[in-house]
């Protein structure tokens, strides 16, 4: 089955500074790839996802790049805030009838003000 | 509001308790799920109905039960638990499982602590 390698478990940047969070997965057929941010005590969210026909996403401070050849996937945020402070998985998928996204461990990032 | 609501939100049981987590979406999704969060670990995926037949169930202990009554309802049935099954459990639906896009609505939770 798919696995979901996720780094760095934890991140910390200045405020106006950019943050990576870099992901790998095993299986080559995995064609969607979502990110979710949960902040604390609340429930996860889609902030972004990328399908495996495009390289690369954007929505205003946020991006996702893929590299289908290297199997890994990134989440760019530019010029953070402190409320981008949050813990962010990523995930993907096979594409197959009945198969359930499988989520990275996620990182917790933290944006100091 | 996402429109999936989960009770209780806090629960505390002994080990030798039954209780039961509920979860209602009003989205009009046909899949829902269950998944257990841990400190450190990642989302683990324990359950999934698609129109009301469980489609996936990820080697859990016979101890959690899910229900399915309809496509709005999910239910988690807890008996003799342990300590280690502490956890966040969340909730989600999803409009179907067989798309490459299904976006899952996540529930705020349930936060169980067994003593």
């Known amino acids: 089955g798919e696995n979901v390698e996720q780094h760095p478990s934890t991140l910390s940047v200045q405020e106006g500074d950019s943050a990576v969070i870099k992901c790998t997965y095993s299986?080559?057929?995995?064609?969607?790839f979502p990110w979710y941010k949960q902040e604390l005590g609340k429930r996860p969210q889609l902030i972004i996802d990328?399908?495996?026909?495009?390289g690369e996403k954007k929505d205003q401070r946020i991006a996702v790049t893929l590299n289908k050849t290297a199997k890994h996937f990134s989440l760019h945020i530019t010029e953070t805030q402190p409320e981008d402070s949050a813990v962010y998985f990523c995930?993907?998928?096979?594409?197959?009838?009945?198969?359930?996204?499988?989520f990275g461990k996620g990182t917790r990032l933290s944006v100091i003000a | 509001e996402t429109g999936v609501t989960q009770t209780p939100r806090h629960l505390v049981m002994g080990m030798t308790n039954k209780k039961s987590l509920k979860c209602e979406q009003h989205?009009?999704?046909?899949?829902m799920y269950w998944y257990k969060q841990s400190a450190k670990k990642p989302l683990e995926l324990m359950f999934v109905?698609?129109?009301?037949?469980?489609?996936e169930n990820n080697s859990v202990p016979s101890r959690f039960s899910p229900e399915c009554p309809n496509s709005s309802h999910l239910f988690l049935h807890l008996h003799t638990l342990q300590p280690e099954d502490s956890a966040l459990y969340l909730c989600?639906?999803?409009?179907?499982?067989?798309?490459?896009?299904?976006?899952?609505?996540f529930g705020e939770g349930s936060r169980l602590t067994v003593l």
């Open positions: 995930a993907a998928r096979i594409y197959s009838g009945n198969t359930p996204l499988v």
């Open positions: 989205l009009g999704h046909n899949a």
């Open positions: 989600a639906s999803s409009q179907g499982t067989g798309t490459v896009t299904g976006e899952l609505f």
């Open positions: 990328i399908r495996s026909n495009v």
């Open positions: 109905y698609s129109l009301e037949e469980r489609v």
């Open positions: 299986d080559s057929a995995s064609n969607y």
